[in-house]
C-alpha cells in the first residue's frame, strides 16, 4: 500500500467525526483600520515623502512667521541702507547691527528676510489660487457630470480646448490682455488650473454615479445639492486631493516664471521669482547669492510638495490597492 | 481614416476661429483699441487718420470681419517698435524658435527613453530609484532658474559654453539653421538641455510606467516562452508597445517647448520668436503681440492634428480596424 | 504511417554536445518531474505553489493536470518551462526532459530549451500575441531564434505550421495583425508558433477556457491529433474536468500545491479515489439528477498563506478524522495514487449511492 519512502500510516482508524468547516477564507484581517489611517500609513511608509512632507512644513511655518523671524523687514525702506548692497553672505551690515547670512541685493536688502516675505507671497499666491481653482473646478466638474447633456458637453469641450494649449501661454494671454497685479496674477493661475479640478472630478462623479449609494440617495428623494456635497464629493476627493498637490507645486511654479519674466507681481510685493530676476544681471559678475538662494528656497518648495504628491497619488491610487 | 481627418480639421477651424474671436476681443473690446493699434507717439492728427484708416470708428462686429478679413491676407498689423509688418517679423525668428525645440525633444527623447527603460526593468536597483528620483527633480527645478544655473557652472566658473546668442547660421534647404557647426552646436547646447529637462523627466517617467506594465503582459511570457533573446523581448516586443503612447505624448509636448522656450529665449538671449513676444510686451508693441498669439494657437492646432494622424496611422489596431476573420 | 518521434533538427547550431537521443529510441518518458517544490517567498510568508509534485509524461502521451485556481497547476507549468519569476523559485525537485536535468541548466541554455524543445500555449491568445507586430514577424522570429535560417525559409515553415492548424489563406495571415483574427484563430496561431519548432513538449495553460464551447472542441481535436502525429508529449492544465475526460490519457489532481489523485483518466473519473475529486465530478451540473439540488464543496479553498493543519482538504471534506490533522502521504492502489487517509473504495460508493 505504501510508497517506498512514505511517512508510515497512524494505524488506527477511529470513526468518522462530523467536522464543520469553519470558514477556511483568507485569514490575513488585520484590526480594524479606518481609511485615513490606512492612508497615513501607507504614506509613511516612504521616507521621502516624508522627509517632504517635514520640509514643506518647516517652509510653511518660515512663510507664516515671516515678519517675527526676519532680521529686517525687506520692504520698510527706512531700513534699507544702500550702502550695504551686493554684499556677501555673511558679511555685516555698515552700522555693524545685523548679520547678512545670505548677503544682500542691489538695494541693501537682506537676503534672507526677503527670501522669507517672498515664500510668503509666492506660497500664498499659490495656494490661493489653487483653492480658488479648486472650487470653480469642483463644481463645474460636479455639474457636468451630475447634469449631463448639453452641460457636460459643453464643459468639457471647453476644458479639453484650454488644456491643449500649455500653462505659460494662457496665462501669458491674460496677462496681455489684463495687465499686472496680484489679482490679475491670480485670475489666471486660477484659469490655467480649473479644468484639471473639473475633468478629475467629472470622472470621478460619473463612476460614483452608476454605484448603488447613490441610487439609494435618489430613491430617498434627497435634494440634488444634498447629494452632490453630502453623498458624490466626498467619494470623489482621493483624486482631486492629489491633482491639487501637484498643482500648488505647478502654481507656485508658474507665478515664479511670470515674475522673472516682468509679467508677474509688482515690484512693491516680490515674489521668489522676481528677487531671482534682480539677481541674473549680477550672476555674469559673480554675485551668484542674489538669484541663487531664493532659488534654492524655490527649489526646496517645489520639490518637497511634488515629493509628497507624489507619494500621495501612488498611495491613493484605488488600482494599486489591495 | 479621411472623414477622421475631416472631421478633426473641422473641430480646428472652430477653435480657430474661437481664439482668433478671443484674442479680437482682447484686443478691441477691453483694452484701448486706440493705444494697442496705433502707436501712442503720434500726434493727434496722424491718431484720427490711423482710426479712420484701421476702421476703429467702425461697429465692432464689422471690425472683426475686417481683423477676419486682413488676418487672411497675412497683414496683422505693423510692429510699433520696428516698423516692418508683424507677420514678417515672427516668421524671421521662427526658425530659432524651432529649431531650439526640436534639439530640446530630441535630447528629451534620446535620454530620456534608456533611461526610462532601465528604471522600468529594474524599479528596485539604485539607478532605478536614482533616475526616478531625478525625474521629480526634473520636472520640479522651474525651467529659468536652471537655466541661470547652467550659465552660472558653465559660463562663468567654467567657461566652457557661451552664455548667451546663436551660432552662425548656415541654410538647410532655405531655412536658416545654426547646429551645422561647431560654434552653432556651442551656442545651443545649454539652452537645448535646458529647455528639454522638464520633457525628459516626462520621458522617463512615462517609459518607466509603460515598461513595468508591459513587463506585466502576457505577450511577454509568450516571447520568453518562445526562447527569445532578453534583447529580442525588450527592445522589440516591449519597446514597440510602449513607443506609440510615447511618440504621441512627446509630439503633444513639441507644443508646450515651443511655448516654454519663452523663458529659455530671455535667458540664454536666444533670438527667437519667444524673446520677441517678452521684449514686445515690455514696450508694448502689440501688434506683435497679437500676431504672436494668433500664429501660435495655429500651430499648436496644427501640431495637435498631426499627432492625432501619426497616432493613427502607428497603431495597427486604430489604422486596420477591427475586422474580425 | 508516420514516424511518432523525431530526432532533434540537426541544423540547430547550438545542439550541446552531451545531449541524450530522443526519447522513442531509449524508452524513457519525455518528461520526468520529481519532488518538485516551487516557494514564493512574499512579504506576508512564504506561498508554497508547488509543495511535492511528481509525475512523468511519455512521448505522444497527453497528461491532464486539473485543479482550482490556486492549487499550483499553472505555478507547475511554469516550473517545467522556467519561467518563474521572483519572489518565487524552485527550491527542490527533479525536471529531466528525456532524462535531461533541467535544473542544472545555466539561463543560456534555458533560453535555447524553451521554445524549441519545450513549449507553452497560455490562456487568452489577443493577450498572448503582441498586438503591434505582424503574425509573420512573431512566428519568424520563434523559428529563428534557435535555427540558422535565411527569413524566407523560416516564412515558409510559419506557413507550413499555420496551414497544419488548419488556417486557411495562410499567406494572407500572414501579413496580419493578431487583432484582426477571431479568439480561436488566435489560439491556432499560437498553437503553430508553440509546435512550430517541433518541441518534446507542449504545456498548454488553459487555452480553451476563454473560448466559445464550440471552437473549444476543435482546438481540442486539432491538438490533439497534432501531439500523436509529431510525437509531442502534452500536459494539458484546466479545471474543466469534461476537457480532459475527451482527452487525456492521465491524468494529475492537484490542491493546494499538491497532487491529490493521480491515475489513468477512466480510472479517476468513472472511480475516483479522493473525495476531492468525487466532490468536483459531483459538481459538474450535467452529471446532477434534474430537480435535485447542485452539489457543491462546502468552504473554500485555503489561502496558501494559512493552511490548516493536517490534510489541506480537512475542514471541506465530511470523511475527515482526527487522523487527518497529520499530513497524508501519497499512497498506491495499483497504477494509481491518492493522498489521503480515507480513499473512497468501491464499496463505499455502493452504500452511499
Not at chain 2, 491718431?47 to 470708428?57: M, N
Amino acid at each position: 500500500m505504501n510508497l517506498p519512502g512514505d511517512a508510515p500510516t497512524n494505524g488506527a482508524e477511529t470513526t468518522a467525526l462530523p467536522v464543520s468547516a469553519p470558514h477556511a477564507g483568507v485569514a490575513l484581517g488585520a484590526p480594524e483600520e479606518t481609511p485615513f489611517r490606512r492612508i497615513a500609513g501607507d504614506f509613511a511608509a516612504s521616507k521621502l515623502a516624508l522627509f517632504g512632507l517635514a520640509l514643506f512644513a518647516l517652509i510653511v511655518l518660515c512663510a507664516l512667521f515671516a515678519p517675527l523671524i526676519s532680521p529686517q523687514n525687506p520692504y520698510d525702506l527706512a531700513q534699507l541702507d544702500v550702502l550695504d548692497s551686493r554684499l556677501e553672505p555673511g558679511s555685516r551690515s555698515g552700522d555693524g547691527k545685523l548679520v547678512f547670512w545670505l548677503g544682500t541685493d542691489d538695494q541693501g536688502r537682506d537676503m534672507l528676510s526677503a527670501i522669507f516675505y517672498g515664500l510668503r507671497i509666492s506660497i500664498g499666491v499659490g495656494v490661493t489660487a489653487t483653492l480658488c481653482a479648486l472650487a470653480i473646478g469642483t463644481t463645474l466638474g460636479l455639474a457636468a457630470a451630475f447634469f449631463g447633456g448639453r452641460t457636460d458637453s459643453l464643459i468639457m469641450r471647453v476644458a479639453d480646448i484650454q488644456l491643449s494649449f500649455p500653462a505659460i501661454l494662457i496665462a501669458l494671454i491674460l496677462l496681455a490682455v489684463l495687465g499686472q497685479g496680484v489679482d490679475k496674477i491670480v485670475v489666471a493661475l486660477v484659469a490655467v488650473q480649473w479644468a484639471y479640478y473639473a475633468r478629475t472630478v467629472r470622472g470621478s462623479a460619473l463612476v460614483e454615479r452608476s454605484k448603488e449609494y447613490m441610487e439609494a440617495a435618489r430613491c430617498l428623494a434627497l435634494p440634488a445639492s444634498r447629494i452632490v456635497f453630502r453623498h458624490l464629493l466626498p467619494n470623489c476627493l482621493p483624486p482631486l486631493i492629489v491633482v491639487a498637490t501637484v498643482q500648488v507645486a505647478a502654481a507656485i511654479a508658474l507665478e515664479a516664471t511670470l515674475s522673472f519674466l516682468g509679467l508677474g507681481l509688482p515690484i512693491t510685493e516680490p515674489s521668489l521669482g522676481l528677487l531671482i530676476a534682480n539677481g541674473f544681471t549680477y550672476m555674469l559678475s559673480g554675485k551668484y547669492w542674489i538669484s541663487f538662494f531664493p532659488g534654492v528656497a524655490l527649489l526646496a518648495t517645489i520639490v518637497s510638495i511634488n515629493l509628497v504628491g507624489d507619494q500621495l497619488r501612488d498611495v491613493l491610487n484605488p488600482r494599486l490597492q489591495r | 481614416m479621411l472623414v477622421f481627418i475631416i472631421r478633426r480639421l473641422m473641430q480646428s477651424a472652430v477653435v480657430l476661429f474661437a481664439m482668433s474671436l478671443l484674442v479680437f476681443v482682447g484686443v478691441y473690446a477691453i483694452g484701448n483699441p486706440v493705444d494697442i493699434l496705433i502707436n501712442p507717439n503720434a500726434d493727434q492728427q496722424d491718431i484720427e487718420r490711423a482710426i479712420r484708416g484701421l476702421g476703429l470708428d467702425k461697429p465692432l462686429w464689422e471690425q472683426y470681419l475686417v481683423f477676419l478679413r486682413q488676418a487672411a491676407l497675412g497683414d496683422l498689423g505693423k510692429s510699433f517698435a520696428f516698423n516692418v509688418p508683424a507677420l514678417q517679423l515672427i516668421l524671421e525668428r521662427m526658425p530659432a524658435t524651432l529649431e531650439l525645440a526640436t534639439a530640446a525633444m530630441l535630447i528629451a527623447v534620446v535620454v530620456g527613453l534608456p533611461l526610462g527603460l532601465w528604471a522600468g526593468l529594474k524599479p528596485d536597483s539604485f539607478a532605478g530609484k536614482s533616475i526616478m528620483a531625478g525625474s521629480i527633480l526634473g520636472f520640479s527645478l522651474p525651467t529659468f532658474w536652471v537655466g541661470l544655473m547652467l550659465i552660472m557652472v558653465f559660463s562663468v566658473y567654467l567657461g566652457w559654453l557661451p552664455s548667451n546668442g546663436r551660432g552662425p547660421t548656415t541654410d538647410l534647404f532655405g531655412v536658416p539653421v545654426s547646429f551645422l557647426s561647431w560654434d552653432g552646436i556651442r551656442h545651443l547646447v545649454m539652452p537645448a538641455t535646458n529647455l528639454a529637462l522638464f520633457n525628459l523627466a516626462l520621458v522617463i517617467r512615462l517609459t518607466r510606467a509603460g515598461t513595468r506594465e508591459a513587463l506585466l503582459q502576457d505577450y511577454v511570457k509568450f516571447a520568453r516562452a518562445k526562447g527569445l533573446s532578453d534583447a529580442r523581448v525588450i527592445g522589440v516586443h516591449v519597446l514597440k508597445n510602449i513607443s506609440i503612447p510615447i511618440v504621441t505624448v512627446t509630439g503633444l509636448q513639441f507644443g508646450t517647448l515651443i511655448a516654454f522656450a519663452i523663458v529659455t529665449e530671455t535667458i540664454f538671449a536666444w533670438p527667437g520668436m519667444g524673446k520677441l513676444i517678452i521684449d514686445s510686451i515690455n514696450v508694448l508693441d502689440r501688434p506683435v503681440i497679437v500676431a504672436y498669439l494668433l500664429i501660435i494657437v495655429t500651430l499648436f492646432i496644427v501640431i495637435n492634428l498631426v499627432v492625432d494622424v501619426l497616432y493613427s496611422v502607428l497603431d495597427p489596431r486604430v489604422r486596420l480596424g477591427d475586422t474580425k476573420a | 504511417m508516420s514516424e511518432p518521434a523525431e530526432v532533434a533538427p540537426s541544423s540547430a547550431p547550438t545542439a550541446p554536445v552531451s545531449e541524450p537521443p530522443a526519447a522513442a529510441t531509449t524508452g524513457e518518458p519525455t518528461l520526468k518531474v520529481a519532488g518538485l517544490r516551487t516557494h514564493f517567498f512574499t512579504r506576508q510568508g512564504v506561498v508554497k505553489a508547488v509543495d511535492g509534485v511528481s509525475f512523468e509524461v511519455p512521448p505522444g502521451k497527453i497528461l491532464g493536470l486539473v485543479g482550482e485556481s490556486g492549487s499550483g497547476k499553472t505555478m507547475t507549468g511554469f516550473s517545467i518551462i522556467g519561467l518563474v519569476d521572483p519572489p518565487g523559485r524552485i527550491v527542490a525537485g527533479e525536471i529531466r526532459l528525456n532524462g535531461r536535468d533541467l535544473r542544472a541548466l545555466a539561463p543560456a541554455e534555458w533560453q535555447r530549451l524553451r521554445g524549441d524543445r519545450i513549449a507553452m500555449i497560455f490562456q487568452d491568445p489577443m493577450m498572448t500575441l503582441n498586438p503591434v507586430l505582424r503574425i509573420d514577424t512573431q512566428m519568424i522570429e520563434a523559428v529563428r531564434a534557435h535555427a540558422a535560417v535565411s527569413v524566407e525559409a523560416a516564412r515558409s515553415r510559419a506557413r507550413e505550421a499555420l496551414v497544419r492548424v488548419g488556417i486557411p489563406s495562410p499567406d494572407e495571415r500572414l501579413r496580419a495583425y493578431p487583432h484582426q483574427f477571431s479568439g480561436g484563430m488566435r489560439q491556432r496561431v499560437a498553437i503553430a508558433i508553440a509546435l512550430i519548432n517541433k518541441p518534446d513538449l507542449l504545456i498548454a495553460d488553459e487555452p480553451t477556457t476563454a473560448l466559445d464551447v464550440t471552437i473549444q472542441g476543435q482546438i481540442l481535436a486539432e491538438v490533439q491529433k497534432l501531439c500523436r502525429e509529431s510525437g509531442t508529449a502534452l500536459i494539458w492544465i484546466t479545471h474543466d474536468l469534461a476537457v480532459i475526460a475527451g482527452l487525456a490519457d492521465e491524468v494529475c489532481v492537484m490542491y493546494a500545491g499538491k497532487i491529490v489523485e493521480r491515475g489513468s483518466v477512466n480510472q479517476v473519473l468513472d472511480a475516483p479515489l479522493h473525495p476531492y475529486t468525487r466532490g468536483l465530478l459531483d459538481s459538474v451540473p450535467s452529471r446532477n439528477r434534474p430537480g435535485a439540488p447542485l452539489r457543491q464543496i462546502p468552504g473554500m479553498t485555503p489561502s496558501l498563506l494559512a493552511l490548516p493543519e493536517g490534510c489541506a482538504f480537512r475542514e471541506r471534506c465530511a470523511r475527515a478524522t482526527e487522523t487527518c490533522l497529520s499530513e497524508p502521504p501519497l499512497y498506491s492502489l495499483g497504477d494509481r495514487q491518492v493522498r489521503c487517509f480515507h480513499p473512497i473504495h468501491a464499496e463505499d460508493e455502493a452504500a452511499v449511492e
